[in-house]
């Protein structure tokens, strides 16, 4: 009886052994010496494999963020295939293994385990979920592999973690320019919403500290669970704390549907969102979306006619070209340019070795990317360190400057 | 404040009572759990957004429509896996957990068919919201609230004065004697699992316009509405509606007043207080035993 | 009596050997990623074994066993984190703990059934997220979580793959062996006939609640020493962890391998993990075609791997004619 159960599972396990070396079929480190203890590792070899550039990705392609990795994914694939035409990285190839996270911690951790023995990357795009990014960021880290989190949450990048980077928005530069908008404009009531997860939180309790510090009074501070859709509770107890603004601290999914209901419930004030409020909540809430604003490097569109910024433009328009449409979550511009400021960090160190490159990266100075210009020589890992603010009138995004000049704000109070 | 927080939670409670309303029927003339209910409403609402909006039919068109499709998925899923799991006389839990597998399977299905995105929902009505109560209620979900009642009237009635319901009542509680009645048991339970995924898709097709439509749109709302029915007494019809309204009532009375951060934790606890307390619910509906 | 123990005892040791040597064959052919996935597999069987205790023996369905994993590694973190005391006793100490609320919370809900009692613990598995996710003063690193350290037994540091195996291994033969003599023992007879029937039980004499009781915290203190030794594993635990998912997986493993035994749950739990990784290179159909593959092995297999294997031997046996194995 047992016996057949043994041989079972050991039909199983030879089963897993081979899903195990399918990845690579490399030998990589000797057995024992996994990525935590940070000592051992110096033996990692240089990435070329005969002319191969491993780039793993881990993206949430299942679940509640599926959308924003997926486009995230698009990206990082549209910018490998460019960089391939032009000869790749220092002539190696590179070729792309890319895993869903399912948005969950756990799955990141294996996945992050997964791309650093398995298939023995090079790189990494980390996820565009900031707890992922967290999970996996130590092993990542010990392993001595580049990797740029997506994410936007500024915790990750508090980890001490030499070789994590980030290319995009991080919440907590973005929020003092908010702040200061909220003081010029004479502001002293402000209630919050926000989520639980990492991002969410983060971004309200930086929000919470820099108000406090400017005198900004916060009447109250709500939050809901992941998967719920009705806010009437919350809705109610932040009108009812006679706020004048409100600062919304969510997930992507979460904003058209807090939008409309703090429009029906009869708030039409100015509403702060803590990153981009994506073009499909804009379609999704129509109207209700009016007056919402947020300090973000870049927007999302429905045709690269309305953008008037030639890089994202070229970026738009050759993205449409591969997948009929445009990205509707900014998370691929991040994606994007993650890959362009690897590209330049590996020009800079003449090489594809992996200290060298984290190296590099610290050299990357006035880089013109999706967001900006970035530059990583403050020390800090972080590209970018300021942002614009939009304001969304008449169902379209404009310059929050030119909303004010336009007399908005006037006719708003 | 009150009168708002206290229509909206009716509100969001007759949503918990429509699903609901299915988890009792299946329970009452079946006698299994089905964990899929949320994510039937998720595919209700896909369906409903490509007939209306995507494929441009007239609403009432769209709302058959998708009612044909989610009848013949719960007969065909009846007829296909429950049916021989039961044939092969497996313990109640293996049936839950395909209910489980068919949850994972549609939530994933609905993704893969369409989309990651959030789809916005055209609205049915031209009015925007009505006022009641001197409360802004969007009209959809005024509409929901009719069709719950409606629904719930409706599915009592059926159950306990048509020959129809009994005969399902009768296969639920004990299938052989029913079938030495004469009963077609096969049909009744083919029959229930239709209506079971009918109403989800009702709700479905109702919720989008409000929440916008999206792969996990029902899946807290199954949980609570599962949770509503317990509460109301599992199989009871009335009880699924009042314990639904009941549910919302409590979380959203708890976030304006007490605190949204543990709004669940208080609605879960009363939930758990419930049961500890009185099992058998509000209406006081007994458990079918094995 | 003592034949059969014999047979089965020398079957065991082969699995035990092979066991004690795979790690060795790994680490020769450069893969550890195998040697990461068995250490899952391990903690997944104690929990799922534990599982099995209070539903497989029991009869009493618990969908919120992620409350006790939780505990447990959540327990072990802190009081590493904010007692200082030393990993190995921490997770013990939390084990211990997540007995004691198993304990607690079985008493009102030894006297539910069915649907009833399986809500009951959804919710308390709810109520337990909540708190993780916003906890007074933040010590559970609320959604952020926590990095706990790797196991130290005695200053010998458990952070590589392998030690942890081999760490992984030795407790769950200990768990094993544990649930082997309960259930032959009185107590187990006692779980058996309360699952069986619950009013002929107690009009035996049995204590009914006392042994419901039992069976739950019991099952408990294996679910949160695998939740401890999780966290130590992969060092970050956070609450989106802890999710209604993971009892769903939980259950899913133990009804998979077949309920009632001991070497049900072990394949169970084993099998599920091979299946997610083997379909993770298909990146968003992943869950797809797991939810695909579970409906097709419940609906072709129900009563679990084992108990169809153990259905398909005894078709055997009689087609020979010979003894059946009392397995």
């Excluded at chain 1, 698009?74 to 032009?86: G, T, Y």
């Excluded at chain 1, 490097?297 to 445009?326: K, M, N, W």
Aim: hydrophobic fraction near 50%; charge should be neutral; aromatic fraction near 12%.
């Amino acid at each position: 009886m047992k016996k057949i159960i043994a041989l079972i599972l050991s039909v199983m396990m030879l089963t897993l052994a081979a899903c195990g070396g399918s990845g690579g079929g490399n030998n990589s480190n000797n057995g024992g010496a996994a990525a935590e203890s940070a000592a051992s590792n110096g033996n990692a070899p240089a990435a070329s494999d005969g002319g191969v550039y491993v780039l793993g990705s881990s993206q949430p392609l299942t679940g509640t963020n599926a959308l924003p990795g997926e486009c995230a994914l698009n990206a990082v694939k549209l910018a490998v295939k460019m960089i391939n035409e032009e000869g790749g990285f220092q002539g190696n190839e590179i070729k792309l293994v890319s895993y869903d996270d399912q948005g969950s911690p756990e799955e990141a951790v294996k996945v992050a385990t997964k791309l650093v023995e398995v298939d023995n990357c090079d790189a990494i795009i980390g996820s565009c979920i900031s707890s992922c990014v967290l999970s996996g960021g130590e092993m990542v880290s010990s392993a001595g592999i580049p990797m740029f989190g997506t994410g936007t949450s500024p915790t990750w990048m508090q980890q001490g973690w030499d070789y994590v980077f980030r290319a995009c928005q991080n919440n907590d530069f973005a929020l003092p320019s908010v702040v200061d908008a909220l003081v010029e404009l004479g502001v002293t009531k402000v209630a919050i919403f926000a989520g639980q997860d990492d991002a969410a939180v983060a971004g309200s309790n930086t929000f919470q500290d820099l108000a406090k510090a400017a005198g900004i009074e916060i009447t109250t501070a709500e939050s809901y669970v992941e998967g719920d859709t009705d806010y009437s509770g919350q809705v109610a107890k932040m009108i009812n704390s006679g706020a004048e603004v409100m600062f919304i601290s969510t997930f992507g999914p979460t904003q058209p549907l807090i939008a409309k209901q703090l429009r029906q419930y009869g708030f039409n004030g100015l509403c702060f969102t803590k990153d981009l409020y994506q073009v499909d909540a804009l379609q999704v809430a129509g109207a209700a979306s009016n007056n919402f604003a947020f300090a973000y490097p870049y927007l999302t569109y429905t045709d690269p006619e309305e953008c008037d910024i030639p890089v994202v433009r070229s970026f738009l328009e050759a993205y449409q070209t591969e997948y009929g449409e445009l990205p509707t979550s900014d998370c691929a511009y991040r994606a994007w340019d993650s890959v362009m400021v690897l590209k330049e960090a590996i020009n800079l160190a003449g090489t594809t070795d992996r200290e060298a490159v984290a190296k590099a990266v610290g050299q990357v100075k006035g880089l013109e990317t999706l967001a900006g210009v970035q530059d990583f020589t403050l020390g800090d890992g972080e590209g970018l360190h300021s942002s614009n603010i939009f304001i969304i009138e008449n169902e379209k995004y404009i310059l929050f400057d030119k909303w004010l000049e336009n007399g908005g704000w006037e006719a708003l109070k | 404040m009150l009168i708002q927080v206290l229509v909206s939670g009716s509100v969001l409670g007759c949503v918990y009572g429509l699903i609901a309303l299915g988890y009792s029927l299946i329970y009452k003339a079946s006698g299994m759990m089905n964990f899929a209910q949320g994510d039937v409403l998720t595919l209700g609402a896909f369906l409903g957004y490509t007939f209306f909006s995507m494929l441009g039919f007239p609403f009432f068109l769209a709302f058959i429509l998708t009612l044909i499709i989610a009848f013949a998925f719960g007969l065909g899923i009846e007829r296909t896996v429950f049916r021989q799991l039961k044939a092969k006389n497996v313990l109640p839990i293996y049936i839950v957990l395909a209910t489980i597998a068919v949850s994972y399977i549609l939530q994933n299905a609905c993704q893969a068919i369409w989309t990651t995105k959030m789809l916005s929902f055209p609205r049915i009505f031209p009015i925007d919201s009505l006022k009641v109560f001197g409360v802004a209620i969007q009209t959809e979900s005024i509409f929901c609230v009719a069709v719950s009642i409606l629904c719930m009237a409706g599915l009592h009635f059926f159950m306990k004065h048509s020959r129809f319901g009994t005969a399902m009542r009768a296969s639920a509680m004990d299938s052989k004697a029913a079938q030495a009645c004469g009963i077609n048991t096969s049909l009744a339970t083919g029959v229930t699992w239709a209506i079971a995924a009918g109403l989800a898709a009702m709700a479905g097709m109702l919720l989008g316009p409000i929440y916008g439509v999206f792969i996990t749109l029902g899946s807290t709302i199954g949980r609570k509405g599962f949770a509503g029915a317990v509460m109301g007494g599992y199989g009871n019809m009335y009880g699924a509606m009042v314990g639904g309204v009941l549910l919302g009532l409590i979380e959203t009375l708890t976030s304006s007043y007490l605190s949204s951060t543990y709004k669940d934790l208080i609605a879960y606890g009363m939930l758990l207080l419930f049961l500890f307390v009185r099992p058998t619910g509000i209406f006081n509906e007994k458990a079918i035993t094995e | 009596m003592k034949k059969v123990m014999k047979k089965d005892s020398v079957k065991n040791l082969v699995l035990l050997l092979a066991s004690v040597l795979l790690p060795v064959i790994f680490n020769a052919a450069g893969q550890s990623y195998p040697i990461l996935i068995m250490c899952f597999a391990f903690l997944y069987m104690i929990a799922t074994s534990g599982l099995d205790v209070v539903f497989g023996y029991c009869g009493q369905i618990s969908m919120g066993h992620a409350a006790f994993f939780a505990i447990g590694a959540y327990g072990s973190a802190m009081l590493n984190r904010y007692c200082g005391i030393p990993v190995f006793f921490t997770m013990i100490i939390a084990s211990l703990l997540a007995t004691l609320v198993g304990a607690v919370i079985a008493y009102p809900a030894s006297k539910l059934v069915f649907h009833f009692l399986s809500l009951s613990t959804i919710a308390f598995a709810e109520i337990v997220r909540t708190l993780l996710l916003q906890s007074p003063g933040g010590i559970t690193g609320n959604a952020v979580g926590m990095f706990p350290k790797s196991i130290s037994l005695f200053g010998f540091q458990l952070n590589t793959y392998t030690r942890f195996y081999y760490f992984g291994l030795l407790f769950l033969v200990l768990f094993l062996l544990f649930k082997y003599t309960m259930v032959n023992s009185r107590v187990g007879r006692a779980f058996i006939a309360i699952r069986e029937n619950t009013h002929a039980a107690g009009g035996m004499g049995i204590n009914v609640t006392q042994y419901k009781v039992m069976a739950f915290a019991v099952s408990a203190f294996y679910t949160g020493f695998a939740g401890a030794m999780y966290a130590h594993l992969v060092r970050y635990i956070g609450p989106d962890t802890f999710t209604m998912k993971q009892s769903v997986m939980f259950v899913t493993m133990m009804l998979f391998g077949g309920t009632g035994s001991i070497a049900g749950p072990l394949a169970g739990a084993f099998v599920v993990l091979v299946f997610n990784e083997g379909l993770r290179a298909f990146e968003q159909y992943q869950m797809l075609l797991y939810g695909i593959l579970l409906l097709v092995v419940i609906v072709v297999l129900p009563g679990g791997i084992y108990g169809t294997v153990r259905s398909i031997i005894k078709r055997l046996a009689e087609k020979k004619g010979g003894q059946v194995d009392a397995a």
